[in-house]
């Protein structure tokens, strides 16, 4: 028994002595790309107790070559905007991972892009898009391309030059981007077409997130914040509770955050708050979705003039102070790091009960420390928010097959994904003894996928 105690030991020590010495080299050859390092230092920590049990994934180098792009493309994107001056932006594809299928991630059109950003988010996808069951790797993409305020021909044009580069570089087995934030389906057609035309083809599969009247999914634009909705729900379920009658916050305003409100609203909880980058809404009626969608959806127009046809609700301005709001389920749908420890706090001293993360690492690490050590429920990103990767993937199966499924046959899918994504979850922390504790299992479960495949595919 003794001599087993001391096998267990060093069994243990060398996992930690693997994960650190891995950590290190990432350390140094990505130093100063914070958000990447943010990814991966979250990942490692859940990863130790794997290599313990499967010392043969230390054997195969899996960490160091999981944590090691396959391939980083950055080029230039030179456009004229309307008074005929002359831009360029930068434009990225990260293709991170390709051993569960085509590289899979959307395009981000935001100044804040950087390849540090573009990492991070291609990184976490490997491990979502795993999550989904579906044939998919992971990649990630984007400009530091700012649309706010350019006319839709400035964006046509935006798109077109971006698309000339990107083209060389994906198709419908190769790599196949979608949307995030900046880009919708406007975007997704001017992407498209440009496509096309240097082809000379008709590849539908080649993108996703397309108007459904034109090889879009439908339940497509839904699908993310309907998804993160569904997993949060099974995570209520789990301890007795539900959506219903809860009150509800929601950051951003935008794809993930409309969705989500409208799917909290039609399970019965009260969403009394959301937001964009310039400040936040409180309306204690409830918020009236049609209003935010017109607003956002329609005219473009930013969330303060919510308060112009809502003389009850208030405006102010800070979008951090949403976190301010006393709820009991907060779903964080707009950015990466938006909730760090003080806003993290403050929602716990406000008697939070439940985290539903939409956006992709919208908690710092501190924050996730902070929920765990107080035994808040949180959904994670890569489980949570990977609805809208797995009805992409829906998407390219009916483009594969040339027809069309219904609005209620997607989100019945959507529904089975999400449960099966939170069963995974749940038994790998089981298995790995961090039992309940869905941060770690949806890491442990992604990963255990990809480094299968990665292991039966040989050194590559
Ligand atoms: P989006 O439609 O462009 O919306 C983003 C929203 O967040 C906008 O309302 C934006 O406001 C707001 N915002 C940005 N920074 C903010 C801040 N610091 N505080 C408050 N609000 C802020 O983008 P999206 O597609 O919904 O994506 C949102 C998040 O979900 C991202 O993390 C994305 O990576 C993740 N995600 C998206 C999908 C998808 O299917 N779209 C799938 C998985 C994950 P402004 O209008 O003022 O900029």
Known sequence: MAKLNVENVDVQRRSNDYVHQVYEQVKRRNANETEFLQATREIFDSLRPVFAQHPEYITNGILERLTEPERILTFRVAWEDDSCKVHVNRGYRVQFNSELGPYKGGLRFHPSVNSSIMKFLAFEQIFKNALTGQPIGAGKG???????????????????????????????????PAGDIGVGKREIGYLFGQYKRLKGGYEAGVLTGKDPSHGGSLGRKEATGYGTVYF???MLKEYGMSFTDKTVIVSGSGNVSIYAMEKAQQLGAKVIACSDSSGYIVDSDGIDLECVKQLKEVENKRIQEYVKTHPEARYIEDCSGVWSIPCDIALPCATQNEIDEES???????????????????????????????????????AANAGGVAVSAMEMSQNSMRLRWTAEEVDDRLKVVMRSIYESCIDAADRFGKPGNLIMGANVAGFLKVADAMAAHGLS
Request: charged share 25%; with cysteine.
């Open 344 to 382: 993290a706090l403050l929602l716990i001293k406000n008697g939070v009960t439940a985290i539903g993360e939409g956006a992709n690492m919208p908690c710092t690490n501190e924050a996730l420390t902070i929920f765990q050590e107080h035994g808040i429920l949180f959904a994670p990103a890569k």
């Open 232 to 234: 949060t729900d099974e």
């Open 142 to 176: 984007g400009s530091d391309f700012d649309p706010k305020g350019k006319s839709d021909r400035e964006i046509m044009r935006f798109c077109q030059s971006f698309m000339t580069e990107l083209s060389r570089h994906i198709g419908p087995d190769i790599d196949v």
